[in-house]
């Protein structure tokens, strides 16, 4: 694990080719537990992430898994809850998604309902609660209140997606006018947003319609998936958290939220 060729091992098992055509473009995984890849645009540039399924069959490689995610710098945070107990009001945990960046760009499907959820979020513990290691999450309330009210973690160093893509959505175009005066044709992205928040101090109020920004989201699974097919929307998820993960070719995260400050964290939070 104090090398990337030890630590890649987790996660080589074993790949093949699926058809993500098929089921609204949804991976489906083998019977066996194993390492799969599955397409993620960026920048028009499609490209392979793996994804490893942690289960019962997993047992004995926790520890090394935890060791490794443990030296990144930013990590995707993603949670799927039982269905059925969330009609009653109780939140069950599914699966829990930790994505990573480099080296391996992994996504790690924590199986929750064939392994102990307590076991895996104790082992999972010194991460949540590493103030150096920011958090990136989109469903900030479900994930990290169900870690707080079920499991005690108060988990530090956050990034919002949606609250920061909300408070950065810019009203005019020429905000990011190119240097010649030009408006840009495509929408700017997150990193160039969160950019300019910080070099111009410049924050714009939240104008958003109900439909705006909507993203896949767990309730929107129909009943009758099988749980392998809710693993591989987890792992999709997990590929988009790693595409804002990648603004850290540009744009260090973790050094931008240290410049925005705690007062603007809060504010942020607050939407």
Known sequence: MENGDSSESVGTQAEFSTDTRQRRDRLFLHPLHTVVSHPCTTKNQPTQRPFYLYDRR??????????????????????????????????????????????????????????????????????????????????????????????YLEVVNVLDVDAVDKMLRPRERHVLADSDGKNREEKPSLEQLVQLYVDKKIAWPVRQAATEGKHFGWNDVVEGDRAEERAADAAMEGAFLLDILRAQQQVQLGNLTAKLGTDVRERLAAF
């Open 58 to 151: 997993s047992h004995g490689i926790l520890e090394r898994i935890v060791k490794f995610i443990s030296t990144q710098r930013a990590v995707g945070l993603a949670a799927v809850f039982d269905k059925k107990s969330e009609e009653v009001g109780l939140r069950n945990l599914s699966y829990l998604v930790v994505a990573i960046d480099a080296p391996s760009h992994m996504t790690y499907v924590f199986d929750c309902i064939a392994v102990d959820a307590a076991e895996v979020i104790q082992a999972l513990r010194p991460i949540l609660l590493h103030r150096d290691v920011m958090k990136v999450v989109r469903d900030v309330y479900a994930v990290l209140g169900y870690l707080y009210q079920r499991h």
